[in-house]
């Protein structure tokens, strides 16, 4: 075979690159020339998804660190048409309207803009869609693509996560976590990424679990906060009913975007008493052993307070049984003992008026009933009356109790990651001191008797020590400032292990139908989660399983 003459190489080469050359100009004029107006088009229609594209992610983990994304940035199908090329909007919108389900008017009124060369037809389409829209074959009418936001659904954490929409600038996150951390999360070159303490398999539990309760009790809504007692890590905050923040638009109703559990108070009733009695022993006016003589009912000025079950349990009685049974007439001889303003001051200690520092939108109780200093405004805020707090703001109180007397700060977010890799730690504060040790240790015991003895033992699981306390509130009506009896909310607070807690979790089920008192509706619940955590967790027992019945 003779040698290639080096001649025709050097043009063989010259006519490649030339080809390429052509090639690579005619791109650019097909582009810049021909399809100049419809790009044009284009990005005017999805300008500010750039930033959406750069937005950063927002993670849950479970106990083995690995990540589930609560919000993420995903690739979806749109379907566009190029209106100018259509010859026969009518036509095309008829063969659209069943393929799109988009109403034919609304279609033809789309289509016929005879100088427009871009107008999206519907975003997030199904690959069926995007199938049928390529079988016709349509140069008018294509298929592109968009970067949108989207969070995965069954995780009841809608409101705390809150969703990315539409500001006064443009495209903001609005509500939850995509409110408050919006800088952090926006921006192409600054974006990060939040890594939450919410545990992915713990949230799907508590979610399911209240979800269940509130159709089975037939209520208006409820909620679960799972706290770490010790440092404020929220590690679940479930509420139902919740929306889907794919479809924020279609919300008919824009109230059920507020947080529950940091925007909405409560008269928390029965399981406020935990703290009256804190108060109580801190300050020297009783001690476990301290008897008072319940008769059923007292009378503070002209009004009459009577406990929930008035002819049970009368005669001398224990502080302990004050929990344990839960009376009202045991919670108001503390109060009693104890100075207004003294006692007003350790309320406010525990937090109950102001705003915990949790990283959302939140609002503080109220404890203003307390500033005519009215006897019977304290009598019956020992017992949770009178007096409004957050679901957030009552964890924090009781917390202080399970973990031996300082207020941490709840917090959501564990971690901020940066795009360059770099993190930021977010730990929760220190916390001040509310009450000694030895007090906190006498509460526990006491509230370790209501899941033992009392109105609790519905959230015993063998083998744990379980502290908890049941509160059934009476509504007020904010008009009349009367209570429907008929109409109650039913909260359990509860954390184990008592004497070194993991986990201290509320559970709060709002206006339940057909049912009376708590232990028959949030206590369940509670044992539910309890025994998920333990066994999820390995939270060994504390105590002598109980054997199995024969």
């Known amino acids: 075979m003779s040698k290639s003459n080096p001649e025709k190489r050097i043009w063989l080469l010259v006519f490649i690159f030339v080809s390429i050359g052509l090639l690579i100009w005619g791109r650019f004029f097909y582009l810049m020339i021909i399809r100049r107006d419809y790009y044009i088009a284009k990005a005017t229609h999805l300008s500010g998804d750039t930033a959406v594209a750069a937005r950063g992610s927002i993670f849950l983990t479970d106990k083995d660190g690995i990540p589930y994304a609560a919000a993420l940035n995903k690739e979806f199908s749109l379907i566009y048409a190029v209106p100018e090329k259509i010859k026969d909007p009518a036509a095309t919108a008829k063969t659209l309207s069943p393929i799109l389900g988009i109403d034919e008017q609304a279609l033809l009124q789309k289509l016929s803009k005879p100088k427009d060369a871009y107008e999206i037809l519907a975003k997030k389409v199904s690959d069926g869609v995007v199938n049928a829209i390529k079988s016709l074959g349509d140069s008018a009418i294509g298929v592109d693509s968009e970067t949108a936001r989207y969070y995965p659904s069954d995780l009841y954490l809608s409101q705390a996560i809150g969703f990315l929409g539409f500001g006064k600038n443009g495209q903001a996150g609005q509500y939850g976590l995509e409110e408050n951390y919006n800088a952090e999360l926006s921006g192409p070159v600054s974006s990060s990424d939040l890594v939450l303490t919410v545990d992915s398999a713990i949230q799907a539990q508590a979610g399911a679990l209240i979800a269940a309760a509130v159709q089975k009790w037939r209520a208006t809504g409820g909620s679960i906060i799972v706290m770490n007692p010790k440092n404020g890590d929220i590690v679940a905050m479930a509420s139902y009913p919740n929306f889907d923040a794919n479809d924020y638009a279609a919300v008919p109703d824009q109230n059920i975007f507020v947080n529950p559990d940091t925007l909405k108070r409560f008269e928390p009733g029965s399981v406020f008493k935990p703290l009256t009695m804190a108060i109580g022993l801190e300050t020297g006016a009783v001690t476990p052993e301290t008897k008072f003589l319940n008769t059923g009912t007292v009378k503070v000025d002209d009004r009459t307070i ?197 986990f201290i979790a509320l559970v709060k089920i709002d206006k339940p139908k057909g049912i009376r008192f708590a232990e028959s509706t949030a206590v369940p619940v509670f044992h539910d989660l309890a025994q998920f955590i333990f066994n999820y967790w390995s939270i060994p027992p504390d105590r002598p399983v109980a054997p199995a019945a024969q």
């Open 306 to 502: 009577s406990n929930a079950l008035p002819t049970e349990m009368l005669g001398w009685q224990t502080m302990p049984v004050v929990l344990e049974q839960s009376l009202n007439t045991g919670a108001v001889f503390v109060e009693q003992k104890v100075p207004k303003d003294i006692f007003l001051k350790y309320l406010k200690n525990f937090g109950a008026d102001d705003k915990t520092g949790i990283d959302v939108r939140e609002i503080s109780g109220d404890l203003s009933v307390l500033s005519s200093m009215r006897n019977v405004n304290f009598a019956t805020a020992s017992f949770g009356q009178g007096v409004a707090l957050t679901p957030v703001e009552l964890i924090r109180a009781l917390a202080a109790i399970a973990n031996g007397g300082k207020l941490v700060r709840p917090h959501l977010v564990a971690k901020i990651i940066s795009r360059g890799g770099e993190e930021r730690q977010m730990r929760g504060d220190e916390g001040s001191r509310v009450i000694s040790p030895e007090t906190a240790a006498k509460v526990v015991s006491m509230m370790v008797d209501v899941v033992e003895k009392g109105s609790g033992r519905r959230a015993a699981v063998s083998g744990y020590s379980i502290a908890g306390k049941t509160g059934t509130a009476q509504i007020p009506d904010l008009k009349t400032h009367k209570y429907n009896p008929d109409e109650n909310i039913h909260t359990f607070i509860g954390f184990a292990p008592a004497y070194d807690p993991k």
